[in-house]
C-alpha cells in the first residue's frame, strides 16, 4: 500500500513538473521574442551595402566573375543495383 502510494505521489511530481518547465520554456520564449526582434528593412538594406562593398573589393583585388558560365553535359543517368 505505501508503495503504490509513493508512485502515485511521485508520478504527481513527475506530471506537474513537466508541465511547468513547458510552461516556463513558453514564457521564456515569449520574452526572447519580445526582446530580440527579427530583421527589418533598414537592416537587410545594410547587409545589402555590406555585400556590395565586398564585392567591389574582391574586383579591386585582381579578381573577376567567370566569363564563361559551366553549362551541364548530357549524360545518362548511372544507376547502380545492388546483389549478386
Excluded at 520554456?25 to 565586398?54: D, K, M, P, V, Y
Aim: proline content about 6%.
Amino acid at each position: 500500500m505505501a508503495r503504490d502510494a509513493g508512485l502515485r505521489r511521485i508520478s504527481a511530481v513527475t506530471r506537474w513538473l513537466t508541465v511547468g518547465i513547458v510552461g516556463l520554456s513558453g514564457a521564456l520564449a515569449l520574452i526572447a521574442s519580445q526582446a530580440f526582434h527579427g530583421r527589418t528593412a533598414s537592416n537587410a538594406s545594410a547587409a545589402s551595402s555590406l555585400s556590395a562593398a565586398q564585392t567591389s573589393s574582391a574586383a579591386s583585388d585582381g579578381l573577376s566573375p567567370a566569363t564563361v558560365t559551366p553549362t551541364p553535359t548530357p549524360a545518362a543517368p548511372v544507376v547502380v543495383s545492388g546483389g549478386s
